[in-house]
């Protein structure tokens, strides 16, 4: 009988290109007089733009311009990057990870596997497990969920919260109490999905109310939280605005979706006011969409921004109907008002402890205060939280409510309370408060991986 003998395959032959022609990058600090410019040549492949912007986005960098060409086989960008404070970048420890990063040695696995169906997610990652919720928002929701959590001596080491569209996501990364490390018991995990998932139920049986996806690899936690937010579909009601004001019409984002015939491209227009990692929510969206973006060129002029983007789908199809054109836009839409944020922001620092979370909420809750977006990270014993907060009632926070909250949490924890603003200067505190918070964030989930 003839014996088959299939042919060598070098498992090094996918990097060959890779190994041929490294990537190329160039931080330049002498070519602009108000910011830095970080050049980058590599040979393209799928998913390199988000990678770039990703991790420039977690160095808390703002990007103020940005031109970008990877048509073919190769992938040419420039970025125009300030610090937060606007100035250029400086600090040689920042310019040597993004050196390193973007370089030959940067490693960008892509593990976005997800298993759909799950309303709470619960999974592992090295010392912690991550939760993953997704369901209808409602007033001291976010308190019940840590209360839940404390109750059964679970420590909230991290995690970042959004709303939108009535709908709320959160991942949280979460420790035994005793051990201090991952919630690895069956029994004690299931009993924690079923509480979970009655909180997130609530007195609602239907099935939209709690619904997620699973993670089955780490992916960055922005990232995840638009997969979650869009496979929810919290894009649909974006484009009506009931009893909309003047303000909301301003705020609201303006997208349009061309044909560019001589070219084969779909543009993709983007005029709206500029904030922090605004391009990676929209680059994010566009290549979880399967779309590939081979031309982009981005600016900031003071507070607006204008963005466009010549993309094909995956295929190398351009978007021809008008029901995908406008899925685009609706998605584009919700992307970028999942992380704007009006009302106050409440900075808190305090020793970490179980049921920390629980009891900063449940004080929110107790003086009408709802929060529509969260970071909380712990750096050794501190844990450092931020959280966007509102009215329950919509209207603006009363300064004689954040008085009483210093009273009662001030002997405890530091306060520090900024306005975010509602026009023009919406760019200072998402990058000097939110970002750096992210930033903390990301270099946390990155010490849980190592």
Not at 25 to 49: A, E, H, Q
Request: proline fraction near 3%; glycine fraction near 6%.
């Amino acid at each position: 009988m003839a014996k088959v003998c299939w042919p060598y395959f070098d498992p090094e032959y996918e990097n060959l290109s890779t190994r041929i022609n490294p990537p190329r990058v160039s931080v330049d600090n002498t070519s602009c007089s108000d910011c830095t410019l970080v050049k980058v040549d590599s040979m393209n492949k799928p998913g390199i733009l988000l990678e770039v912007v990703q991790i420039l986005s977690d160095l808390d960098l703002i990007i103020t311009k940005a031109y970008i060409s990877s048509d073919g086989g190769w992938f040419m960008d420039v970025f125009h990057v300030t610090d937060h404070h606007g100035k250029k970048i400086t600090d040689s420890k920042t310019i040597d990870y993004i050196e390193k990063a973007l370089g030959p040695n940067g490693h960008h696995a892509d593990r976005t596997k997800t298993w759909p169906g799950k309303k709470v997610g619960v999974h592992s990652i090295g010392d912690h497990t991550a939760i993953e919720l997704i369901g209808r928002d409602r007033p001291g929701l976010l308190s019940e969920i840590s209360a839940v959590l404390a109750n059964l001596d679970i420590n909230v080491v991290a995690a970042e919260v959004w709303t939108h569209n009535r709908r709320i996501a959160c991942v949280l990364y979460v420790n035994d109490k005793i051990n201090c490390r991952a919630v690895d018991d069956p029994n004690r995990l299931l009993i924690m999905e079923e509480q979970l998932k009655n909180i997130i139920r609530g007195y609602d049986d239907d099935e939209k109310v709690g619904r997620t996806s699973f993670s089955m690899g780490f992916t960055h936690v922005d990232r995840r939280l638009h997969q979650m937010f869009f496979a929810d579909k919290d894009y649909e009601n974006c484009g009506v605005i009931a009893n909309a004001d003047e303000y909301s019409l301003l705020m609201k984002p303006k997208i349009t979706v061309e044909h560019c015939k001589e070219k084969g491209y779909s543009v993709v227009s983007v005029r709206c006011k500029d904030r922090a990692k605004l391009l990676f929510d929209i680059v994010c969206t566009l290549t979880d969409m399967q779309y590939v973006v081979s031309h982009a060129t981005i600016s900031s002029d003071g507070p607006d921004a204008s963005q466009e983007y010549y993309i094909r789908h995956m295929d190398g199809c351009t978007l021809d109907s008008e029901g995908e054109k406008e899925r685009v836009i609706k998605c584009l839409e919700a992307a970028i008002q999942r992380r704007v944020s009006e009302g106050l922001s409440l900075e808190l620092c305090a020793k970490d402890r179980v049921g920390l979370l629980s009891e900063v909420t449940r004080i929110l809750r107790e003086n009408g205060l709802s929060v529509s977006r969260a970071g909380v990270t712990t750096v050794g014993e501190q844990a450092m939280n931020v959280f966007y907060v509102r009215d329950s009632s919509g209207n603006p926070v009363d300064m004689k409510t954040i008085e009483a909250l210093r009273k009662e949490i001030g002997h405890t924890m530091m306060l520090n309370v900024k306005k975010v603003p509602s026009s023009g200067g919406t760019k200072a505190p998402e990058s000097s408060n939110w970002a750096k918070t992210s930033f903390f964030f990301g270099n946390l989930l990155e010490r849980f991986l190592a």
